[in-house]
C-alpha cells in the first residue's frame, strides 16, 4: 500500500508541475518554432493524467477489495474472557521513523493505563521492561521497539499485537495472518490490471 501512496503523490507532483507551466511551455516553444518539442512535453502530460486516472483506479480496487475482506473495520483491542487483554496497532509511517508504540486507543478503551509497567516478550530476544509513558500514551522503550520493527521488517499499515500471556507480560509480534491477506488482495488487483 505504501507503494501506491508513493507513486500516487509523485504522479500528483509531476502533474502539477507540468500543468503549471504547459501555457509556458507552448507558448514558449511555439515562439521559437520549436512546436514539437513542445508538443510532445504536453503529450507527456496526457500520458501522466492516463497515469494518474489508472493509479486512483487501483487504489479504488483496493479499498473495495480491503472492504470485502473487513480491513475496513476498526481494530478491535479487547479484553478477553480470561481478563487478559489483546491489543491491536495500526503502524503508522511515523511510527516507523520514530520507533514508537502508541498505545493511545487502547487508553480510550480504558485497557491500559499511563505509567502502567509492561514486560514484553518478542519473537527473536530476550524480555524487555519498560512502561507506557505519559507523552503520546507510548511505549518508553525504543530501541527495543526500533530492532523489532527492522527484525519483522514492519511497514506502514501493518498491524502489531500486544497480547497479554499473564497479567503484566505481553507478547509482541506482527499479524502475519493480516500480511499474508493484504499480498493476496495485491495478486487479485494486479491480475485486473
Known amino acids: 500500500m505504501a507503494e501506491i501512496k508513493d507513486i500516487t503523490h509523485l504522479t500528483s507532483e509531476i502533474v502539477e508541475s507540468f500543468r503549471y507551466v504547459r501555457d509556458d511551455i507552448e507558448e514558449k516553444f511555439r515562439d521559437n518554432e520549436d512546436i514539437n518539442y513542445g508538443r510532445f512535453l504536453i503529450e507527456c502530460l496526457d500520458k501522466l493524467d492516463q497515469l494518474e486516472k489508472a493509479l486512483a483506479k487501483i487504489q479504488d480496487q483496493y479499498d473495495s477489495v480491503r472492504e470485502e475482506v473487513g ?32 498505545l493511545t486507543a487502547a487508553k480510550k478503551l480504558g485497557l491500559v ?22 507523552v503520546g500514551n507510548r511505549l518508553e522503550e525504543r530501541g527495543r521497539i526500533r530492532a523489532f520493527f527492522k527484525e519483522h521488517n514492519v511497514d506502514e499499515e501493518d498491524i502489531i499485537i500486544l497480547e497479554e500471556i499473564e497479567p503484566k507480560v505481553w507478547k509482541l509480534y506482527v499479524d502475519e495472518a493480516r500480511r499474508e491477506l493484504e499480498a493476496k488482495i495485491w495478486k487479485e488487483i494486479e491480475g485486473t490490471i
Open 113 to 134: 493505563t499511563v505509567g502502567e509497567r509492561m514486560t514484553i516478550h518478542t519473537p527473536e530476544g530476550k524480555p524487555f521492561t519498560t512502561i507506557i509513558s505519559t
Open 71 to 102: 480491513f475496513s473495520e476498526p481494530l478491535s483491542s479487547k479484553k478477553k474472557e480470561d481478563g487478559l487483554r489483546v491489543l491491536r496497532l495500526n503502524i503508522s509511517e511515523n511510527a516507523i521513523k520514530q520507533s514508537l508504540l502508541s
